[in-house]
T-cell receptor
Framework: DSGVTQTPKHLITATGQRVTLRCSPR?????VYWYQQSLDQGLQFLIQ???????AKGNILERFSAQQFPDLHSELNLSSLELGDSALYFC???????????????FGEGSRLTVL | DQQVKQNSPSLSVQEGRISILNCDYT??????FLWYKKYPAEGPTFLIS?????DKNEDGRFTVFLNKSAKHLSLHIVPSQPGDSAVYFC????????????FGQGTRLTINP
């Protein structure tokens, strides 16, 4: 158990819909990262938050957005969903206090999104 | 642009033998490298890392080798055990820059009894 909690574990929805994925980081971790893993692909970095502020952006679509709340949990919002958005979405947290760099990440079990 | 590449999608090794997983990178600014292991229905878990100032790091059965001039790293598992069967991801980071952890596509390792 990594200590990172993601909900829901599975989600099936239709094209055009909007979903929210939730992540609770490990206790004490200030950084939260979101990654997307499509079929047979590596983990693609989407976005990072550090102590409530956006710290870095990767290949995140404009239809996607995220935020980190004062209690440090984070939500990834995916809207106007397309078939190609079907993927595993991982949240990870880090114990780095500066927010710079990544080092070892602790991953949740992922949220599997299926868009029909 | 795939900055971290694992060119072998799968690898099959007999139990007790050595498993060697390879990873190549293109960004010369990467200065920290990690290997993650992933079982089905679980998130990736950290396995071992190496800083660019070293060329080898060992932890039990796992050793990571870094060849900076070739921009290549490898993970050696010896002896291989059935529980090592998993997908292994190589990852790299430019710690001083804003670049985040970049992952390879993964290699599925199967250890045969």
């Amino acid at each position: 158990d990594s200590g990172v909690t993601q909900t829901p574990k599975h989600l099936i929805t239709a094209t055009g819909q909007r979903v929210t994925l939730r992540c609770s980081p490990r206790s004490g971790d200030l950084s939260v990262y979101w990654y997307q893993q499509s079929l047979d692909q590596g983990l693609q970095f989407l976005i990072q938050y550090y102590n409530g502020e956006e710290r870095a952006k990767g290949n995140i679509l404009e239809r996607f957005s995220a935020q980190q709340f004062p209690d440090l949990h984070s939500e990834l919002n995916l809207s106007s969903l397309e078939l190609g958005d079907s993927a595993l979405y991982f949240c990870a947290s880090s114990m780095r206090t500066s927010g710079v760099g990544t080092g070892e990440l602790f991953f949740g079990e992922g949220s599997r999104l299926t868009v029909l | 642009d795939q900055q971290v590449k694992q060119n072998s999608p799968s690898l099959s090794v007999q139990e007790g033998r050595i498993s060697i997983l390879n990873c190549d990178y293109t960004n010369s600014m990467f200065d920290y490298f990690l290997w993650y292991k992933k079982y089905p229905a679980e998130g990736p878990t950290f396995l071992i890392s190496i800083s660019s100032i070293k060329d080898k790091n060992e932890d039990g059965r796992f050793t990571v080798f870094l060849n900076k001039s070739a921009k290549h790293l490898s993970l050696h598992i010896v002896p291989s055990q059935p529980g090592d069967s998993a997908v292994y991801f190589c990852a790299a980071e430019d710690i001083q820059g804003a670049q985040k952890l970049v992952f390879g596509q993964g290699t599925r390792l199967t250890i045969n009894p």
